[in-house]
């Protein structure tokens, strides 16, 4: 996958520079954000895993674990650290860069 700029150097929708990914978890992706060169984060709308975490500038993703296994809305970050999930069901936040989620209320 490709990820082409917008006029100020971003996609529409999407976080992230130019930069080609290659194999991808999967190929509905609705949310991508990097926060380094390697860090970055990448959410769905597939059914089951919907949010996943990549270290090494996209060659590889891992699976995080959220509950509500529905579709990635929205991924704001903080830092490497701090991330907040939107997904179809409700809002999700770590502080210790994905190890835990916790489910926010309204």
Do not use: Y
Request: aromatic letters at 8%; one cysteine or more; a negative charge.
């Amino acid at each position: 996958m490709v990820v082409e700029p917008a006029q100020n150097g971003f996609t529409s929708g999407l976080t992230q520079p130019i930069q080609d990914f290659g194999e991808l978890p999967s190929p509905a992706v609705t949310a991508l954000v990097f926060l380094t060169e390697d860090d970055g984060w990448m959410g769905t709308s597939e059914p089951g895993s919907t949010l996943f975490r990549t270290k090494d500038s996209g060659r590889t993703w891992t699976s995080a674990s959220l509950d509500d296994h529905s579709s990635v809305v929205a991924i704001d970050c903080a830092d490497v650290a701090r991330c907040v999930v939107e997904t179809a069901k409700g809002r999700w936040s770590t502080a210790d860069g994905g190890d835990t989620w916790q489910q926010q209320t309204p």
